[in-house]
């Protein structure tokens, strides 16, 4: 089972998949929030706690997040930046291995086309999982797409090392 997630101060994505032959499944998905009335450190322990707990409950093999890109807006940059520290130290309190995809090598692997919209990731990350609805909110649905991407690299990585 590989977690994704698409860290966020405000709103972090996170998805878990699993592969079983070629059919892919997903397990639950959903976005973990925090209130801008909070001060930054009450807003980052929620994110950290609530990322240890789903690691604790769903005990995923490791853990893919999206690269942070640097937009114009600084401030978004860095708060993304420590929202992924703490998510990547939740990863470590558990001996998980992180991986990074940037939002081109995401989109490439799911769709074929590194520019594809969020509509068409919608539609295939519903698609490939088999959901009966796309998933929402976007950030899930982002997160989805990282679970995915990896979950593929790694069964590469795999199919690799038994030729070798």
């Known amino acids: 089972m590989y977690l994704g997630i698409d860290p966020g101060l405000a709103t972090m994505g996170y998805g878990l998949v699993q592969g079983e032959g070629d059919r892919l499944q997903c397990l639950e998905y959903g976005v973990l929030t925090t209130s801008s009335q909070e001060k930054m450190p009450e807003r980052l322990l929620s994110l950290f706690e609530r990322t240890d ?24 940059a860095f708060q993304v930046g420590q929202a992924r520290g703490v998510i990547i130290l939740a990863a470590a309190r558990h001996g998980l291995e992180v991986f990074e995809y940037s939002p081109l090598e ?17 539609a295939l990350v519903r698609s490939i999982l088999n959901l009966e609805e796309l998933p929402q909110p976007d950030d899930a649905a982002d997160a989805l797409a990282v679970a995915i991407c990896h979950l593929q690299v790694h069964r590469l990585r795999q199919k690799m090392e038994e030729w070798l």
Do not use: C, H, W
Request: no cysteine; glycine share 8%.
């Open 106 to 122: 995401i989109k490439k692997g799911i769709t074929g086309y590194g520019q594809a919209d969020k509509k068409q990731m919608q």
């Open 53 to 76: 707990e789903l690691i604790r409950e769903y005990q995923p093999f490791s853990l893919a997040m999206e690269q942070l890109f640097f937009s114009k807006n600084v401030k978004t």
